[in-house]
């Protein structure tokens, strides 16, 4: 009798993927598929401290090299073979895998990468209908996803990031998911303690041209005209309302931080929780601002920050009123 045909895989995530006989990592987002890959690789040494790995280039295979690769080591070592770039395979490899894929070796895993297209099509349909495990690593473009995706990180390394430092770090750094992986690593390994907006924007606030700053810096000032044109500028250019409220809303916190010192001496700055030159522009700034007016100034951006995360139904118009309150709030 024929060998009975085996059901189709579930397709796995990058971060839920065990180490099997055959694992086709298949998707277009880059980050992910290395991820997937890297974490096979560390699984297959983890099995066998000795294991050889073999990483072949599909596009520039030549006939033999699986099978030669494959065979048993003299040393009896476990073999992992990760093939790079299968979306620009030869032929040769097409007839190898797929003969390969006809009595799979015990001893060796091999991980096949798919970087998207039709090429090898074939190979793709049966790795799947073999029941081998399949990776899905698609792109992720909606912000949405990249929000989970940022979660998902804090959450395997045991760390917690406020929501909205969420939201502020996808908005500076979330073009580019390798770009956003690489910040959420370095603040889980920088920082200790949750993740604040003000983290973030300590660490990320540049890479959104510090336009948030300088409108913040603009109302401060009480210069409304000049604060909305920086306003619409951002947006225009693909600044969202949330790091720009997050941006007004550290710049007022820091001045009524100043400002409870007024007439206390011996406070420095690591009471306050601020550098030095942080606290001397703040004072700067505090001229023209009373108590009531920074009073008014906070309750506006606090009423604009929970708009933009969903109370209300223009985050724009939200941010653009708010401005215009605490630049109004100056002076008086």
Known sequence: ???????????????????????????????????AVDRLVEQARAAD??????????????????????????????????????EAMTDAFLDDALK??????????LVIRHNG?????????????????????????????????VRADFSRARRRIDPDAVQALVEAVGADLRELGAATSQLIADTAGTVTTDVVLRYYGGRVEATG?????AAVAGHAGEAVALLRHAVATGTGPVPIVAALAVKLRT??????????????????????WQIDRARRDLSGWTPEGLASAITAVAAADAEVKGLGRDPVFAVERAILRVAAAHGR
Not at 100 to 109: A, F, I, Q, R, T
Not at 131 to 142: F, L, N, T
């Open 100 to 109: 390969y894929l006809g009595s799979v070796p015990e001893d060796v895993w």
């Open 255 to 276: 001045l009524a931080k100043v400002a409870a010192t007024r007439g206390r001496s011996g406070v420095s700055a690591g009471e306050l929780g601020l550098a030095p």
């Open 213 to 217: 700053f300088k409108v913040a810096d």
């Open 49 to 86: 401290p000795q294991v050889e790995i073999t990483y072949l280039e599909a596009a520039a295979y030549e006939n033999g090299v699986l099978e030669m690769v494959a065979s048993p080591s003299l040393f009896g070592e476990r073999r992992c073979v990760v093939v790079q770039g299968a």
């Open 1 to 35: 009798m024929p060998p009975a045909r085996r059901r189709p895989a579930a397709t796995l995530t990058w971060d839920t993927v065990d180490l099997a006989p055959v694992v086709l990592v298949r998707g277009t987002e880059g980050l992910l598929a290395d991820r």
């Open 117 to 149: 297209g039709a090429r090898g099509k074939k190979l793709l349909d049966a790795v799947a209908a073999a029941g081998h495990p399949v990776v899905a690593c698609d792109a992720i473009k909606r912000d949405g996803d990249k929000v989970d995706f």
